[in-house]
Nanobody, 123 residues
Framework: QVQFVESGGGLVQPGGSLKLSCAAS????????IGWFRQAPGKRREAVSC????????FYADSVKGRFTISRDNAANTVYLQLNSMKPEDTAIYYC????????????????WGQGTQVTVSS
């Protein structure tokens, strides 16, 4: 029933850009806050960016502020993450998920998760 499919990952050079997509099926996306999370080998999964379901509130990890931008197209039932000025430390598997967004506090994954897309930043 409920499913997220991430796409857009790949290999890029430092300073390059990618745009990730998270397409939802089986439910209406605009009823949920959505987050992007990432996990690198040997590291804890972290919240990268989240966007609210209604009022446009967003969260960004300190490490990506000014470089990444989250957006949503409810008509297409899709959430995007634009990754600019990429660094090797951005290398990870990126997941989208329904989320709880706490303005000023952070963001955490909720009930539904995609399978992830690999992002690698290397020369």
């Amino acid at each position: 029933q409920v499913q997220f499919v991430e796409s857009g990952g790949g290999l890029v050079q430092p300073g390059g850009s990618l745009k990730l997509s998270c397409a939802a099926s089986g439910f209406t996306l605009h009823n949920y806050a959505i987050g992007w999370f990432r996990q690198a080998p040997g590291k804890r999964r972290e919240a990268v960016s989240c966007i609210s379901e209604s009022d446009g509130r967003t969260f960004y990890a300190d490490s990506v502020k000014g470089r990444f931008t989250i957006s949503r197209d409810n008509a297409a039932n899709t959430v995007y993450l634009q990754l600019n000025s990429m660094k090797p430390e951005d290398t990870a598997i990126y997941y989208c998920a329904t989320a709880l967004l706490f303005v000023g506090l952070g963001c955490q994954g909720k009930d539904y998760w995609g399978q992830g897309t690999q992002v690698t930043v290397s020369s």
